[in-house]
Structures are given as structure tokens and as C-alpha cells.
């Protein structure tokens, strides 16, 4: 890892609450929900596009976790965002992400540059997963998921016994905890009101574990059971619910379009901080 990425990715997580910072989604995929397909002939170009935007840190995926998604083998996925991964490692002043559940595709990643991973399964998935970050000092995101939905369920709850288990995992591998950004994971394994309860929750797991928390919401589908919106015009709903969770504690925030959260984001934080705490 360049030891100005190294720099950064420290300031990312140990400044998140002060700075509020976005990560930029670019996906290299032909099947992704929100914009599959749109970036696969000239990924680096966008994501030199977002980092210019002021994108604090760019995550990059080569498969989609929709619901209904396809496994890709790891050695496909590789093959999908190794240009962008190395070109855009090698270039940007900002750390990559890569956003996987393979620590094999992680491995890869992270040889290549990358600094951080974001694990939708929480290391709790693929079992070599914590070991292989730590090894490369990376950074992690360990995102909340569950096999099925249970209507019936504490979601936050649930939420914090997951994250136990995994932060244990994280640190008998050997992972830095000052490293680590917990995510509730909207849009996985939970009905429509325990989307909008895990938003809510953020402040338990803020309690619970006194690490961000990064909210990944943008344009999900729980959004447009709100306003009945398609996806591709839930620009203004994805800011609105990013900003409620802002208000609820989360402190960095995965979005698709990264200049619109940045202004929202500069000016909430100004009114919500100008009147003390919430």
C-alpha cells in the first residue's frame, strides 16, 4: 500500500464523524440493479470522475448482490475489475475498495493496490477472508446480512449479535480494528419497515461498538416502496434517507452519485452541528 493511501485510509476511518465521507460506487457488472452495465467500456475513466467529484474513498465491484444476482466465479469477477482495480490504485489520490465476498478476488485486489474491502458477508462468508485483509494491513467494511428475511425479527438485534461474531473474527485474525466500518446493510435480508429500523439503529451499533458506521442505500429498492419511484429517479430519495441516517449516527455514506451527496451532505452538517447535538 503507497504510504500516502496508508495515510488516508487511516484519516478515513479515524475522521469519519468529523468529515462525512462519500465512497463512490463504480460497478463493473452487466446485471447491477442501478446502473449494470453503464461504466464497463471506460471504468477508470469514471472512477478518476468521481474521485474528482470529491469521493473520499472508490469501491469497485465485479458482481452484483441484487436480489436474484448471478455468482460470478472468482476468477470472472478478477477478470471484470482488475483493469480498474490497477489502473485506478496506481493513480488516484483516494483508496480503492474493492467490493467482494471472495478472498481469493480480494487477495488479488489488494496485491494490486486496493486498501480496502467491502465484505457484504461481514467475514462471516468466505472463512479466509479476515485472514487476508489482515495480512495486507487493509481496511475492512462488514456489512449486517442473513440468509433469509424474518418478518418477526429484531433487526438490530440481530444486527449487533452479527457484528459481534465478526468483529471477534476480525481480531483473532488479526485486523485492525481502527481499520473497520460497520454497515447495516439496507437492502439485505430484511423487510421493508426493518430497512427503515436498521436506519434508525444506526446509533445502537454506534454505541455498541464505537466504530462507523457506513450506510449503503443508494437507489435500493426499499426507497421506492416509499415514493413509488423507479430507479433511475431516486437521486432525491437516496440524499433524504442518507441524511436521516446522518442524523442517526452513520458517518460515511456509499452513493452512486457522489456530487450531489457531497453539497448535502456540507450543508447538513453545517445546520445539524451549528445547533449542538441532536
Given at each position: 500500500m503507497r504510504p500516502d493511501i496508508a495515510a488516508r485510509l487511516d484519516a478515513l476511518f479515524r475522521d469519519a464523524d468529523a468529515d462525512w465521507p462519500v465512497m463512490g460506487i463504480l460497478n463493473v457488472t452487466p446485471d447491477s440493479f442501478s446502473d449494470g452495465g453503464r461504466h464497463d467500456a471506460a471504468p477508470v475513466a469514471r472512477g478518476e470522475a468521481l474521485a474528482s467529484e470529491g469521493a473520499a474513498v472508490l469501491d469497485i465491484g465485479g458482481e452484483s448482490t441484487r436480489p436474484g444476482f448471478t455468482p460470478v466465479p472468482a476468477e470472472e469477477e478478477w477478470r471484470r475489475i482488475a483493469p480498474a482495480v490497477e489502473a485506478l490504485a496506481a493513480s488516484l489520490p483516494v483508496p480503492v475498495s474493492v467490493d467482494t465476498t471472495k478472498a481469493a478476488v480480494a487477495r488479488r485486489a489488494l496485491a494490486a493496490g486496493a486498501a480496502v474491502v467491502n465484505d457484504v458477508w461481514g467475514f462471516l462468508g468466505d472463512p479466509a477472508m479476515a485472514e487476508t485483509v489482515a495480512e495486507a494491513g487493509a481496511g475492512a467494511v462488514l456489512m449486517h446480512n442473513r440468509d433469509g428475511i424474518d418478518p418477526a425479527l429484531d433487526i438490530v438485534g440481530d444486527m449487533l449479535g452479527f457484528f459481534?461474531?465478526?468483529?471477534?473474527?476480525?481480531?483473532?485474525?488479526?485486523?485492525?480494528?481502527?481499520?473497520?466500518?460497520?454497515?447495516?446493510?439496507?437492502?439485505?435480508?430484511?423487510?421493508?419497515?426493518?430497512?427503515?429500523?436498521?436506519?434508525?439503529?444506526?446509533?445502537?451499533?454506534?454505541?455498541?461498538?464505537?466504530?462507523?458506521?457506513?450506510?449503503?442505500?443508494?437507489?435500493?429498492?426499499?426507497?421506492?416502496?416509499?415514493?413509488?419511484a423507479p430507479v433511475e429517479r431516486r437521486g432525491v430519495e437516496t440524499v433524504a434517507a442518507n441524511l436521516a441516517a446522518a442524523a442517526a449516527g452513520a458517518s460515511i455514506f456509499r452513493v452512486h452519485d457522489v456530487a450531489e451527496h457531497v453539497a448535502a451532505l456540507k450543508v447538513f452538517r453545517a445546520v445539524h452541528r451549528a445547533g449542538g447535538p441532536a
Open positions: 459481534e461474531r465478526a468483529l471477534r473474527h476480525a481480531e483473532s485474525a488479526g485486523v485492525a480494528r481502527a481499520r473497520i466500518a460497520l454497515d447495516p446493510g439496507i437492502g439485505f435480508g430484511k423487510t421493508q419497515a426493518q430497512q427503515v429500523e436498521a436506519i434508525r439503529g444506526v446509533g445502537r451499533l454506534r454505541a455498541a461498538f464505537g466504530l462507523p458506521v457506513l450506510v449503503g442505500l443508494s437507489k435500493k429498492r426499499f426507497l421506492g416502496h416509499i415514493t413509488g
